[in-house]
C-alpha cells in the first residue's frame, strides 16, 4: 500500500487550536500543602502585615500626598472593576445563559439587589456598625481618628472600601473554593500579596479602618471554603460569571467614591451578589 500523499499541515509542528492560543498557558503556583483553609490564613497575615506598615508611615506624609495615594487606589480599583466585569462576556456564561442575557442579568441583579438593600438600609446599617467599632477602638487608641466625624467617617470608608476591594472578585470564590476543595492556594496566594499591598496604601490614608477588613476576609473567604468543603464545587461557571460581573461593577463603585466623583451607595448594592446567581439559574431553568 503507497502511503498516503502529506499535506501541508502535516509538515513542521502542529498548529494549536486558535482557542488554545488565545487562552494562553495557565500558570499556578502548585501551592498544595498545608491545610483547609491556609489560603484564607495568609491572605488574613499580608493583609495586617501591610496595614500595620501603612499605619505606621502614613501619619508622615502630608495631607496632599495622601489624596495622591487615595486617587491612585481609586484607579486601580476602576481598573480591577473592568477586568471583572469582563467576565460578561464569558462564553460559558453566554452558552448557558442566551447571547444578550448576561448584561440583562447583570443589570437585573443590580436593581433587585439595590432596591432589597435600600429597603433594608444595608448602607445605613453597615455605617452604624463601623461607627461603633470606631468608636470602641478610639476609647483604646486614641491616636487613630479620634471620635470626631472626620475620623469616624475616615474610618468607615477605610472599613467598607478594603473590605470590598479584598473580598468581592474572582479570586476571592475561585481561591476559596479551590482550597475548600483540597485543590491548592496558588489563587489566594496571589490575591494575599496583591491584598498586602493594597492594604498598605490604604491604611496610610484610612488608617485601622483597613486592618479591621481583616476581620472581614476571614468571615468570607472562611464560610467560602468551608461551603467548598461540605458542598463541593457549589457554583457552575456561569453562575461565578454572573457573581464576577456583577462584583465588578460594585468595584466601581467604591472607585467613583475613592476618586470623590460620586457617593455611590454601595452597601445597598450588596445583595446584588446574591441575587446574581440565582437570576443566572432562573434564565438557565426556564430555557
Not at 493583609?47 to 495615594?69: C, D, K, N, Q, Y
Not at 471620635?147 to 476559596?176: K, N
Request: charged share 15%.
Amino acid at each position: 500500500m503507497s502511503p498516503s500523499p502529506l499535506t501541508i499541515g502535516d509538515v513542521g509542528p502542529r498548529r494549536k487550536p486558535l482557542a488554545q492560543i488565545r487562552q494562553g498557558p495557565r500558570y499556578s503556583f502548585g501551592v498544595t500543602g498545608g491545610f483547609i483553609g491556609l489560603g484564607t490564613v495568609i491572605n488574613v497575615a499580608t493583609v495586617v502585615t501591610g496595614a500595620l506598615l501603612g499605619m505606621a508611615i502614613g501619619h508622615r506624609f502630608p495631607e496632599r500626598t495622601r489624596a495622591v495615594v487615595t486617587d491612585c487606589l481609586g484607579l486601580v480599583t476602576i481598573l480591577m472593576a473592568g477586568l471583572s466585569v469582563v467576565s460578561v462576556t464569558d462564553a460559558a456564561f453566554g452558552g448557558a445563559v442566551g447571547r444578550g442575557a448576561p448584561v440583562l442579568i447583570v443589570l437585573g441583579s443590580l436593581l433587585i439587589g439595590s432596591i432589597t438593600g435600600s429597603l433594608l438600609r444595608i448602607e445605613e446599617r453597615l455605617e452604624a456598625l463601623a461607627g461603633r467599632i470606631q468608636s470602641w477602638v478610639s476609647r483604646r487608641l486614641p491616636s487613630e481618628g479620634g471620635a470626631d466625624h472626620a475620623g469616624r467617617e475616615r474610618f468607615i470608608e477605610g472599613w467598607l472600601s478594603a473590605t470590598l476591594l479584598f473580598c468581592v472578585g474572582p479570586l476571592t470564590i475561585l481561591g476559596s473554593l479551590s482550597d475548600g476543595l483540597g485543590r491548592g492556594i496558588d489563587q489566594l496566594a496571589l490575591k494575599a500579596v496583591l491584598d498586602g499591598f493594597a492594604a498598605m496604601a490604604f491604611a496610610s490614608t484610612f488608617g485601622i479602618g483597613v486592618l479591621l477588613s481583616a476581620v472581614s476576609i476571614a468571615v468570607i473567604q472562611g464560610s467560602i471554603t468551608l461551603v467548598g468543603v461540605l458542598l463541593g464545587s457549589v457554583m457552575p461557571e456561569p453562575h461565578i460569571a454572573a457573581l464576577t460581573a456583577t462584583g465588578g461593577l460594585l468595584l466601581a463603585g467604591i472607585g467613583l467614591r475613592l476618586l470623590r466623583i460620586k457617593d455611590v451607595p454601595v452597601g445597598d448594592m450588596l445583595p446584588a451578589l446574591v441575587v446574581a446567581p440565582l437570576l443566572t439559574h432562573l434564565v438557565i431553568a426556564l430555557r
